[in-house]
């Protein structure tokens, strides 16, 4: 089911939310979570595709927000779809003129109650999330540093305004390159000296070294699609010379916390 409204108010959009859902014979929401997505045309489609694909396991209200035209009168168009084909209820709402400098108003009453909030950035994330007008609804605020130009000046940003309850996609994407190190490193090894990484083109390299090392480990470009897919990272040994060393003997274990890009394809420890 989908229902559109031209030139409406919050008011008419949680009255039509409340309508569709009892012609749907649910006599409660269902909704485990409020996710607000702050987005543009370009890059809606995907992040509500994405979000629907999580419903089908989690249902929720996602509340796609889409500031458009800054100079133009205020107005505030809703796009409700819910439904067989869309689990749980998503709304775009497109708010014109200076309604978008004031998206939190506009948000808040269609929240579900007692339901916790995710506010997501595709694009563009604040520096400060938590400081954001809809990062402070929310419990937990995710945003992806890999979107922005510089990936790794925006992970040093978002560092430095780091509150709890902020994520960013870019420690997921290293999930298989820490898991690697983990499993190398639960097997009996010697000292730990340094090591390398085998990363994919257009990727950052690993930033600043970790507390525990001097310096961060040396990289190579892969061939591998990397971002999208490519060959599993494999580790593998050798010979103790060269690379970056760690001065006090450590496991190299914060490494993969450095790169904003996609997950490396190979790396390698040495010992």
Do not use: K
Request: net charge positive.
């Amino acid at each position: 089911m989908m229902i559109d409204l031209t030139d409406t108010s919050t008011h008419a959009v949680r009255d039509a939310l409340t309508r569709a859902r009892d012609q749907m014979g649910g006599p409660t929401t269902g909704m485990v979570l409020n996710l607000i997505i702050m987005t543009d045309e370009s890059a809606q489609y995907d992040a509500v595709r994405a979000a629907t694909q999580a419903g089908r396991e989690h249902p929720c209200r996602v509340l796609g927000v889409i500031a458009r035209d800054p100079d133009a009168e205020s107005r505030l168009d809703a796009e409700i779809r819910t439904g067989e084909g869309a689990p749980g209820q998503t709304v775009l709402l497109r708010m014109y003129g200076p309604m978008g400098l004031h998206a939190d108003s506009v948000v808040t009453p269609l929240l579900v109650p007692d339901t916790p909030v995710v506010t997501w950035w595709p694009r563009n994330g604040p520096a400060t999330p938590s400081g954001d007008p809809l990062g402070l609804l929310a419990q937990r605020r995710v945003t992806d540093a890999a979107t922005a130009p510089d990936p790794a000046e925006a992970l040093v940003a978002l560092a430095v305004g780091y509150r709890p309850g902020d994520t960013d996609l870019s420690w997921t994407r290293a999930t298989a390159w820490r898991s690697l190190l983990a499993a190398t490193l639960d097997q009996p090894h010697s000292e730990i000296t340094g090591g390398s990484a085998r990363r994919s083109p257009g990727t950052c390299p690993p930033g600043p070294g970790s507390p525990r090392c001097g310096s961060p480990p040396p990289t190579a470009t892969s061939r591998s699609p990397g971002r999208t897919g490519g060959p599993r990272p494999s580790a593998g040994r050798t010979s103790p010379t060269g690379g970056s060393r760690c001065t006090a003997g450590t496991p190299p274990s914060y490494w993969p916390r450095n790169c904003a890009g996609s997950t490396p394809t190979r790396c390698t420890v040495r010992r």
